[in-house]
């Protein structure tokens, strides 16, 4: 199994991202053995009260500068940018970091960030696919002639290249998840329990055409005492969990390392092969503790 760690890119109102933690967290997590750090996606979150959160392929192009072998991953919701633009910064994020970008790219599920782009948010499962086989092609192939919606493409070529980059598709639901199986890389989950977790695979199972997938599931962490309020706190504050959907707080892992290093196991039985850990409040202790956990779990 490889582990991941979530880094906080964005921070409930009243705050600002502290970009010297961000870029300590990251360098702490590739100390400690950590495959990748990710970051999160949104262009608006919330209204009266705002969530500031840094772009995230700006943010890691920042934690890239501290950071020389962990992978870079990022949740990005696709349909608010054009493909040429998102293919553009993903390779170039790519190049400056030496190959070490992974993408999930998603629908997304806030309207209001759809109707300020001007884009459709009742086709954006629709968008999503289609912009997803541009950008691959944006990506990799040296004489793109396309023609999608409003835009025209004759003899596009994007330098530097980035065909190595793996894209996968965050998804909750039954056709959305089918969505993964066939166009991505494979799937990541959020927030999901392992007989959930399960579940999902099944259905990748039928729909990916015998292709060999990855899967990813994100969950929240804590070592220590009151691990299970500190997880269900750190959600309300921070996450918004789909009542639609089969995330749960209950995927949290937490209490003492006996204990997470048995709910990872359980993770890893369930067929997870890239567990992200989301530590509660993004302490940098908590990343030194998971650091001790994790290593007997790294493929």
């Known amino acids: 199994m490889k582990i991941g760690l979530a880094l906080e890119n964005f921070v409930p109102p009243g705050g600002n991202v502290d970009v ?23 262009l608006l979150l919330g209204s009266k009260k705002v969530y500031p959160i ?28 054009t493909p040429l633009v998102a293919a553009k910064l993903i390779s170039s994020l790519n190049y400056i970091s030496g190959n070490r970008l992974m993408l999930t790219v998603v629908a997304g599920w806030y309207e209001k960030e759809f109707l300020a782009v001007g884009t459709d948010f009742a086709q954006r499962g629709r968008i999503l696919s289609d912009y997803l086989k541009l950008l691959r092609r944006l990506l990799r192939e040296s004489d793109v002639n396309e023609k999608l919606d409003s835009m025209t493409f004759l003899h596009a070529n994007i330098e530097p290249k980035a065909e190595n980059i793996k894209i996968f598709i965050g998804a909750y639901l039954e056709n959305p998840i089918k969505r993964a199986a066939k166009l991505s890389d494979g799937w990541m989950a959020y927030y999901y329990k ?3 977790f399960t579940e999902g695979l099944k259905i990748i199972e039928r729909h990916s055409l015998g292709r060999a997938l990855e899967n990813s599931d994100m969950v929240p962490v804590y070592v220590g005492e009151d691990g299970r309020q500190k997880v269900h706190e750190f959600t309300k504050t921070y996450m918004d969990l789909p009542e639609w959907s089969k995330c749960s707080v209950e995927s949290g ?6 204990d997470v290093a048995e709910r990872i196991e359980s993770y890893k039985k369930a067929g997870v092969s890239r567990l992200v850990l989301i530590p509660a409040y993004y302490e940098l202790e908590q990343v030194e503790k998971l650091g001790k956990i994790i290593r007997d779990f790294q493929l």
């Open 20 to 42: 010297q933690k961000l870029a300590k967290m990251a360098k702490l997590a590739e100390e400690h053995g950590f495959e990748s750090v990710w970051t999160w996606d949104h």
């Open 54 to 81: 840094l772009e995230p392929v700006t943010a890691l192009s920042y934690v890239s500068a501290f950071t020389s072998k962990i992978k870079l991953g990022t949740i990005y919701v696709l349909p608010l940018r």
């Open 194 to 196: 392992e007989e959930d």
């Open 253 to 258: 892992i937490y209490g003492t390392e006996k």
